[in-house]
């Protein structure tokens, strides 16, 4: 990545669980079963999967642009090809497009990107890769003696999604009040764009997302809270590999008012072509 290094923001802090949380094993809640665990790390303590964390991010920034746009330009659906703000013909044509004309990487990328939605831009698609990197979240060495809970599920029905009476299966949390290491990097990242991550960042800080399952029932929710958030822009970047060089404090505010631009322009856009 440093062949094209613009810029990297370090994010450190803790996770801390306000509520039990249950991040499980592969199956959902509604399986039927008994004792379904949490997953786990090599020693047996439990961790929340920085693949968790990022997806509960990207809904999250997701559903507040899907609040002012329908355009899959600014926000698709990753998960459904005919939603995408790129689909798999359209990759291909620009693939061919690329071999015939032998466009160089940066042209081809430019081209790419002017079609990538704002949230593949950031989180990545198949095609383009995130710029956020979310480590695995592990639970603070000394703060755990594996104390697991159990709570009742009822087993549903999966054909019916009825409860199965009297059918009660065990599921594992993890308590409240278990603490997690959290350390995220972003690199190359846009001013909009880090203010647009911000805007998630900021929820998890008030404690308004959940992870995991069983949300339903008032499980899931964590608190987010940074220690540090340094940047290191491109001019800093043998200092930043060769000397004690951290960086310089995020600069929030400034990445907020950039994204922030950066809708209102999107949004006169839509207002001119609705008035045209
Ligand atoms: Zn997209």
Redesign the pocket.
């Known amino acids: 990545m440093f062949d094209k290094f613009q810029s990297r923001l370090n994010l450190k802090g803790k996770v801390e669980t306000q509520t039990a949380i249950r991040v499980g094993a592969g199956r959902s809640t509604a399986v039927v079963g008994s004792d379904l665990p949490v997953v786990r790390d090599a020693a047996g303590a439990p961790y929340i999967p920085g693949s968790s964390f990022k997806g509960v991010l990207r809904s999250y920034i997701e559903s507040i642009l899907r609040s002012f746009t329908k355009d899959?330009n600014v926000?698709?659906n990753?998960t459904n090809n005919d939603e995408?703000?790129?689909k798999r013909e359209k990759l291909k044509k620009l693939r061919d497009k690329r071999d015939d004309n032998k466009w160089n990487d940066d042209k081809y990328t430019a081209k790419l990107l002017s079609k990538?939605?704002w949230?593949?831009q950031l989180f990545g698609?198949l095609w383009y890769a995130s710029k956020l990197q979310i480590r695995d979240l592990y639970v603070e060495e000394d703060q755990w003696f594996g104390q697991y809970q159990h709570r009742d599920g009822v087993a549903i029905d999966r054909d019916t999604e009825t409860s199965v009476t009297g059918h009660l299966y065990d599921f594992e949390v993890v308590p409240a009040g278990t603490p997690f290491e959290f350390q995220a990097i972003v690199d190359n990242a846009k001013d909009w764009q880090l203010g647009m991550l911000y805007l998630g960042i900021s929820a998890f800080e008030k404690g308004d997302l959940t992870i995991g399952g069983a949300s339903s029932r008032g499980l899931g929710v964590i608190k987010l809270s940074l220690n540090a958030a340094d940047y290191i822009n491109r001019k800093k970047i043998m200092e930043y590999l060769t000397e004690d060089y951290t960086g310089e404090k995020a600069n929030w505010d400034a990445w907020v008012q950039a994204f922030k631009d950066k809708v209102k322009t999107q949004l006169e856009e839509i207002d001119a072509q609705t008035d045209g």
């Open positions: 899959i926000v698709c990753p995408q703000c790129i990538t939605c949230v593949c698609s």
